[in-house]
Structure formats: C-alpha cells, structure tokens
C-alpha cells in the first residue's frame, strides 16, 4: 500500500527553509523515499508579475488560493501515480500561511470566495514544521537575499508570531527555533521529519499537567487559540500489542478523522503511529469500539508560548481544574508555564489522568 506524507515547511522571513529543503530531499533520496517539493506560491506568483500592492488583499489571496490548490492537487496526482511506495510531499508554506497576511475578516472573505473551509484546509497536511526566522534569536543573520523579503526584523518576528497563530490546532504542529548555530537547526528539523515518517519509530515523550481552570475568556485575549471538539473512542483488543483508537477533532460541524495506535516504552515515551482517515473509514471503526470503555469527549484549546506548543482539555465532568499536555524533545526538558496557568502538579504518571482510565471510570 502506497503510503504518501503531507508535510509543510514554513517559518518566518529568513528562518533556513531553502537549506531545510534541500537537505530533507537529499536525506530521503538516499533512503529510498519519492520527494516531491511544492514551491512557495507567493514567490512563483511575485516572480511571474503579480504583484500584492496591485490588488486588494481579498482578491490576490483568493487568486494565490486557488492557485496553490491547483498546484497542490497536480502533486499528489503525481504522488499517486509514481511506482515508489514511500512518497513525501513537502509544501514550502502551506494555504493556512495565507492567513497570517490578512484580518480575520479577509480570511474568512477568501475562505467563502475560494468555497473553502478552514479546518480541512489546515488537516489536510499531515504535520507542520514552523522554523522560526532568524530576525528572533539569530539576528545577525537576517538579511534581505530574497527578492520577495522585504521585512524588517520587526516585521520578521511579527509575521513569524503571526503564522504561528494561524497553524495552532493542527495536530502536529512542531517549532524549531535558534537555541542552536544553524547546523544545529537543520538537524533537529530531520530530527522532527524522521519522527513524522516513523524511522526508526515515532516516539513521542508528553509531560501532563494537571492546573487549575483558567479563564478561557481572559486567556483567548492574552493568546492566540485554536479551539476543537474532540471524541476519542477506544477498539478492541486486536492481538498487535497496541492500544488502538479513533479520533475526531473539529468545530462547527467540519470534522477530521484519525486512527491511532500507540505502546508503552517508558513512563514518558510511547511509540504512535497516527494516519488520517475518511470519514467512512471512521464509521466502519466505531464497529469495533470496544464496549467496556466510554467515548471520551473533551474541548481542547491550542496555543503556542515560547516557541512550546500546549494542548489544553477542558472535560465536562471536571468544573475546577484541567489537564495541560506539553510534547517535548527531551525527557528532561524544563517547561516554563505562562502567567494565566496555574499549575497544581505534574500527573504524566498518575493513572486517574490517562484517557484509557477515564474512558474505564467514567460513569461509575
């Protein structure tokens, strides 16, 4: 079964993409991968004479839109019709970047004239990486080599901060900024690529946090927030040695879909191995729910703070407090919570916070 990876490259001005780019492409040739390069559609559309100060934002984010769908959907006809049977596809800035260009408004204008959504618009890629420009950390480094930049570095860390906010809520969205030289950059950029591909395994190390409830109200204005509704059902047993579940995450209605499988290999780290599915895929799976566990259903919150991601579920039958989720690097990592987080102690390893408990008690 051809397996093809949907992965987005983006970043603020000057933040190593072409770099990243060439080195994700040589490294996955070489082990035998298919990759193709989706070219940034701002760019194409500059170099081409499409100018932005000639039209009004919604008309030339509607016009680069369509246009970086078409472009989208001519490599993955080519993905699927390619021999290999590991396919990457690496989008150098996807059509979610588009929004951090515009007012909420706008985006919504070119969500409606471009019969778009934006949820399906941000899953539709399976991870993200954000590289963060070097305007934020590496200054000395920032420069204008780009006809297409024309930032200044307080511009650059705007635009970087605000495309940071637009990606939030995507399932895997990861951060690579400058706390080392550049080669160090790269590499955890392959570090997180690999991850995503599962070479050798996915693991993931998360620290759970269990705080107190915070004010969403107060804290949506402080922050920039995703906001989804989430039903995770467990399956039965199948003999792999893996706990399998399904997911589906959304808002408003417009839902995705995902089947997770995950094992144990210490108290911090798991193997998962996550794919998105169709909805009919989904419906098919919720047959082998295992009917010993409950549907756990939570809102979670999204939201970046120093370049660390946080997944933050609210459970309905919990009124005081909350869980924080923080996936990070490295097992020892120290986390720094924002102001609006009132930590009441670390719950990684306590069973009465884990999902499969819960869906276990709840009700009893």
């Not at 637009?166 to 399932?171: I, K, L, Q, R, Y």
């Not at 570090?191 to 946090?209: D, T």
């Not at 990070?328 to 719950?347: H, L, M, T, Y």
């Amino acid at each position: 079964m051809k397996n093809i990876w949907h992965i987005v490259i983006t970043g603020g001005p000057c933040a190593g993409k072409t770099t990243a780019f060439g080195t994700i492409e040589q490294e996955l040739t070489e082990k035998g991968y298919k990759v193709f390069v989706v070219p940034e559609t701002f760019t194409d559309m500059f170099n081409g004479g499409i100018k932005l100060s000639e039209y009004d934002t919604v008309t030339f984010q509607a016009m680069l839109m369509r246009f970086q769908l078409a472009k989208e959907a001519t490599f993955l006809e080519a993905a699927e019709k390619i021999s290999n049977e590991k396919v990457v596809i690496l989008y150098d800035r996807g059509l979610i970047d588009n929004k951090a260009y515009m007012t909420e408004e706008q985006f919504n204008a070119v969500l409606t004239d471009t019969n778009q959504n934006e949820t399906e618009l941000k899953e539709r890629y399976d991870a993200v990486i954000h590289l963060v420009t070097a305007a934020d950390g590496a200054e000395k480094y920032y420069s204008l080599d780009n006809k297409a930049r024309y930032e200044t570095v307080e511009q650059a860390r705007a635009v970087d901060k605000a495309l940071m906010g637009a990606w939030t809520g995507h399932p895997h969205l990861r951060v690579v900024d400058n706390s080392t030289d550049f080669k160090g950059k790269i590499n955890r950029v392959m570090k997180e690529i690999y991850a995503i591909l599962g070479v050798p395994a996915p693991l993931e190390i998360e620290r759970k946090y269990l705080i107190k409830m915070p004010d969403i109200e107060e804290m949506m204005k402080l922050v920039k927030c995703s906001k989804s509704d989430i039903i995770q059902t467990y399956l039965c047993d199948d003999g792999s040695g893996f706990e399998r579940r399904i997911r589906q995450r959304g808002t408003d209605g417009s839902f995705t879909y995902y089947y997770t499988t995950k094992q144990r290999i210490s108290d911090l780290v798991r193997i998962e191995k996550e794919r998105k599915i169709t909805e009919r895929e989904y419906l098919a799976l919720l047959m082998e729910t295992d009917a010993n566990l409950k549907m756990i259903k939570k809102t979670r919150y999204c939201f970046m703070w120093n370049n660390i991601y946080y997944e933050l579920d609210i459970y309905p039958m919990w009124k005081d407090v909350a869980i924080v989720e923080v996936e990070v690097s490295d097992e020892n990592q120290e986390i720094a919570f924002p102001d609006f987080i009132e930590v009441k102690r670390e719950v990684t390893n306590e069973l009465p916070y884990k999902n499969y408990y819960l869906a276990q008690t709840m009700g009893k």
